[in-house]
């Protein structure tokens, strides 16, 4: 079975301040995926990565960063947090176009 | 016009009844077409995959693909109060890298 995990699944920060959203996956994945969804919105692809140390903007990366040091690993980093980006974190990984999620991330920003 | 299309719902079935989701998508060049069902406050779960036309059947789920049309279905026999969630169409578009682009997705209720 995929293993898709993240960090935390409920997380409270204040604005301006830098947030790490961490997903790590089991399976050998090449390919990662961070998405947000929001209500009336749908998923929205903020970054992704085809392999380590390379990244790709998605649609939505305005405010947001990412780091593949590792090939399990895929860190989502927000420079500095504002309350537009409360929203359901999800990361996904995949080996060719079928992707699995992580159980997500809730991040409320105040 | 979106790539991938959904009626948001909600689509309210009684419990025992047949629920049909559709999905169309707008690239004729798309391969690989995917289910996912999303129970509120969770993340995605893949249900389905279909890349042939016909249909493909996988317990009570069944996938409907026919790509002359460009749309996708997906129906859930005998439905049951747990099969409650939003039901999420994934499309690999053509030259889309392992990308996949999602539908909105259709909120389905299964009234007991």
């Known amino acids: 079975d995929v293993k898709v995990t993240q960090s935390s699944r409920y997380l409270v920060k204040r604005t301006g301040e830098k947030v790490f959203l961490e997903c790590v996956q089991d399976m050998d994945h090449e390919n990662m995926f961070w998405y947000r969804q929001d209500p009336g919105l749908g998923l929205r692809l903020i970054y992704f990565?085809?392999?380590?140390?390379?990244?790709e903007k998605g649609d939505i990366p305005e405010g947001y960063s990412v780091s593949r040091e590792k090939k399990e690993r895929f860190s989502l980093i927000l420079e500095s947090a504002s309350t537009n980006q409360t929203s359901m974190y999800l990361c996904?990984?995949?080996?060719?176009?079928?992707?699995?999620f992580g159980p997500g991330t809730r991040l409320l920003v105040l | 016009q979106k790539e991938v299309e959904q009626n948001s719902g909600p689509l309210s079935v009684p419990e025992g009844a047949i629920a049909s989701l559709n999905c169309t998508y707008s690239?004729?060049?798309?391969?690989?077409f995917f289910w996912y069902r999303q129970y509120s406050g969770k993340s995605p779960e893949l249900i389905m995959s279909i890349y042939s036309n016909g249909d493909k059947e996988d317990g009570r789920f069944t996938a409907q693909l026919n790509k002359a049309s460009q749309y996708v279905s997906l129906l859930i026999r005998d439905s049951q109060p747990s099969d409650s969630a939003t039901y999420l169409c994934a499309v690999h578009l053509n030259n889309a890298g392992n990308m996949l682009t999602f539908g909105g997705g259709t909120r389905l209720m299964v009234k007991p």
């Open positions: 996904a990984s995949s080996a060719s176009e079928t992707q699995y």
């Open positions: 690239d004729r060049g798309s391969q690989s």
């Open positions: 990565s085809y392999d380590v140390k390379m990244k």
